[in-house]
């Protein structure tokens, strides 16, 4: 069993920066591949970054590449999601989801993910 949960969002003016986190609980954080997505009012929930069991490799939406970066510290049990240059477009509840992984590849597949966080607000004003 994974427990996660987000912090860090907020309201920013289109251009800021926000910093989330997300803290799981259990030993074994480092044995499992981390996702963020987000959800708008009125659309699915997408995937926006992934990130491998060690941390080496990352998958980035189009939308975010160059702006959003993702990393974790195993030794900490946190995901983080650096996110700048920010656009009203980025207005969403963020989640952080966890799969278990066998092989050090981020998991793009929503519907792989085993363990969800409640989310957290982020709103960008213009």
């Known amino acids: 069993q994974v427990q996660l949960v987000e912090s860090g969002g907020g309201l920013v003016q289109a251009g800021g920066s926000l910093r989330l986190s997300c803290a799981a609980s259990?030993?074994?954080?480092?044995?499992?591949?981390m996702g963020w997505f987000r959800q708008a009012p009125g659309e699915e929930r997408a995937l926006v970054a992934g990130i491998s069991r060690s941390g080496g490799k990352t998958y980035y939406a189009e939308s975010v590449k160059g702006r959003f970066t993702t990393s974790r510290d195993n030794a900490k049990n946190t995901l983080y999601l650096q996110m700048n240059s920010l656009k009203p477009e980025d207005t969403a509840v963020y989640y952080c989801?966890?799969?278990?992984?066998?092989?050090?590849?981020?998991?793009?597949?929503?519907?792989?993910?085993?363990?969800w966080g409640q989310g957290t607000q982020v709103t960008v004003s213009s």
């Open positions: 989801a966890a799969k278990a992984a066998y092989s050090d590849s981020p998991v793009l597949a929503g519907i792989m993910y085993e363990y």
């Open positions: 259990g030993r074994t954080f480092s044995s499992y591949a």
